[in-house]
């Protein structure tokens, strides 16, 4: 599966965003969904990840009552909505994705995905 991610920018601290990641390819509901971030220097950490089914999200702390993760498998795609956004949030986002069985428990660990879009660039001005 090839992921496009898309919805990156500019935005000012307070402010909101939403990330789109849109895959190709087949059995798009078979994977297991994530948002992870990186900025220079840093390993990429984990923001979000969503199951299978939908049914089971998790969230950084760093994140956890600004940000929701959800997918639309019948348009391939998963979204990151980010609020009251400050400039630590600012990064690199990267979409993943990894086929799992339907009751495989989420991962936050960058080595289990087998998939990664590109990444779009999130800048929070303050």
């Known amino acids: 599966v090839q992921l496009q991610a898309s919805g990156g920018g500019l935005v000012q601290a307070g402010g909101s965003l939403r990330l789109s990641c849109t895959a190709s390819?087949?059995?798009?509901?078979?994977?297991?969904l994530a948002w992870f971030r990186q900025t220079p220097g840093q390993e990429r950490e984990s923001v979000a990840i969503?199951?299978?089914?939908?049914?089971?999200?998790y969230y950084a702390d760093s994140v956890k009552g600004r940000a929701t993760i959800s997918r639309d498998n019948a348009k391939k795609t998963v979204y990151l909505q980010m609020n009251t956004m400050n400039p630590e949030d600012t990064a690199v986002y990267h979409c993943?994705?990894?086929?799992?069985?339907?009751?495989?428990?989420?991962?936050?660990?960058?080595?289990?995905?087998?998939?990664w879009g590109q990444g779009t660039l999130v800048t929070v001005s303050s």
């Open positions: 969503i199951s299978r089914g939908g049914q089971r999200t």
């Open positions: 390819g087949h059995s798009f509901s078979r994977y297991s």
């Open positions: 993943a994705a990894r086929e799992v069985i339907l009751s495989a428990p989420n991962s936050d660990r960058p080595d289990d995905y087998n998939y």
